[in-house]
């Protein structure tokens, strides 16, 4: 599975932002797909995920801000970002996994670069 991220920038404190992440490759069968998070020098955090029935997941800082959704007809994840505040400053990595029998498998889109400003 690969996984390619769009939309990050630069966007002031209060604004928004739409990610994309569109999937290709080996996708039969992905169980979710989401969005991680990175600040430096902290550890990669879940933001949102979206299971292929539909269920979403989001984490309680993003909850009423952020929305992940997704286009089965073209493979594609978005997340889009409300009310964006500079602690969401981040790189945002896409996710795809598969579970098979009891085994996760993570397959990881490059980052793309969200900045808030105050």
């Known amino acids: 599975v690969q996984l390619q991220a769009f939309g990050g920038g630069l966007v002031q404190s209060g604004g928004s932002l739409r990610l994309s992440c569109a999937a290709s490759g080996s996708i039969f069968s992905i169980n979710g797909m989401g969005w991680y998070r990175q600040s430096p020098g902290k550890q990669r955090e879940l933001v949102a995920t979206?299971?292929?029935?539909?269920?979403?997941h989001y984490a309680d800082s993003v909850k009423g801000r952020f929305t992940i959704s997704r286009d089965n007809a073209k493979n594609t994840v978005y997340l889009q970002m409300n009310s964006l505040r500079p602690e969401d400053t981040a790189v945002y990595f896409c996710?795809?996994?598969?579970?098979?029998?009891?085994?996760?498998?993570?397959?990881w889109g490059q980052g793309t670069l969200v900045t808030v400003s105050s």
């Open positions: 996710n795809a996994f598969k579970v098979i029998t009891t085994t996760r498998f993570n397959f």
């Open positions: 979206i299971t292929s029935a539909g269920g979403t």
